[in-house]
């Protein structure tokens, strides 16, 4: 009897948890409509975790933890309150390449929980001031190589786009690698009916660099097809990435209003493309 009690319990625990995560989900799916919606997602899958048995499992929560989170910190209107957002994802992502450390056949797990890492320590070192933060670089650059070690093609080609912005961001970056690294994560990435990557952050970072680097023939090639993009449906969107419109979208609207670019991307396009 106390056997069945047992049973039963566990498998209501089990219940509950299964339910929280799609619950967890569900809010993630809807987190352009608000980023408490991704926020909730974060503190819900934060919670699981700490219960969480499987090794596999728990890193799994942990890393979307890192993600969720980094998607709130982003849309955060101070620079502290960015920079605590960014430390939390920063500490989930390490607690999941703490999990996967050790584990078999975990290489695109743990390349993924290495990249949410290095984004948070990026977007943190953004908040925090970039000339403040250079002593936080090699970090950046050797997460970004363990990621390249592992699976570059994560989070589409994450690694070198992350890569390629914090060149053209420092004062000592490489820009014309910055450009290369950008253009491989864009061929390797063509998004179907549209010659641009299928990742419009990408294509912002892109876009950004070939002005800095006053590579006209290109820059215009890809500002057109952003543009055309830019004036789309929602249908379009959804047809472009549907797992990204929201972060698509933020990426149109910035540049519609020529915002978050290091140059003046919109100029540029006015002198250089007829």
């Known amino acids: 009897m106390k056997k069945q009690l047992l049973s039963l319990a566990i498998g209501a625990v089990m219940a509950v948890g299964a339910y929280a995560n799609e619950e967890a989900a569900q809010l993630w799916s ?35 933890e890192a993600e969720y989170i980094y998607y709130v910190g982003v849309r955060e209107g101070s620079k502290d309150a960015k920079k605590k957002a960014h430390e939390r994802g920063q500490e989930a992502a390490q607690a999941a390449v703490k999990l996967l450390a050790n584990a078999a056949d975990a290489k695109t797990a743990l390349a993924r929980a290495n990249y949410f890492y290095a984004i948070n320590l990026g977007k943190w070192g953004e908040a925090n001031g970039v000339l403040s933060s250079l002593g936080r670089w090699p ?8 990621i390249d070690s592992l699976d570059k093609t994560v989070e589409d080609y994450g690694s070198l786009r992350t890569r390629a912005r914090a060149f053209h961001k420092l004062p000592f970056g490489d820009k014309k690698e910055a450009e290369a ?18 990742n419009s952050t990408t294509v912002f970072f892109y876009l950004d660099i070939l002005v800095q680097n006053k590579n006209a023939k290109k820059f215009c090639e890809v500002y057109k097809e952003f543009k055309k993009l830019s004036q789309g449906t929602e249908e379009d969107l959804v047809a472009y990435n549907a797992l990204r419109v929201p972060e698509t979208k933020t990426d149109l609207q910035n540049f519609v209003e ?12 006015s002198e250089k493309c007829r």
């Open 258 to 269: 020529n915002r978050d670019f290091e140059t003046d991307v919109k100029k540029y396009a």
């Open 30 to 64: 809807q987190r352009g409509e608000s980023k408490e919606n991704a926020l909730k997602a974060a503190n819900m899958v934060r919670d699981l975790s700490g219960t969480e048995q499987n090794v596999a499992v728990k890193a799994d929560l942990k890393t979307r």
């Open 139 to 146: 970090e950046l650059r050797d997460r970004l190589d363990v």
């Open 181 to 198: 690294l950008l253009d491989e994560a864009s061929e390797n990435t063509l998004a179907d009916d549209y010659k641009i990557s299928r």
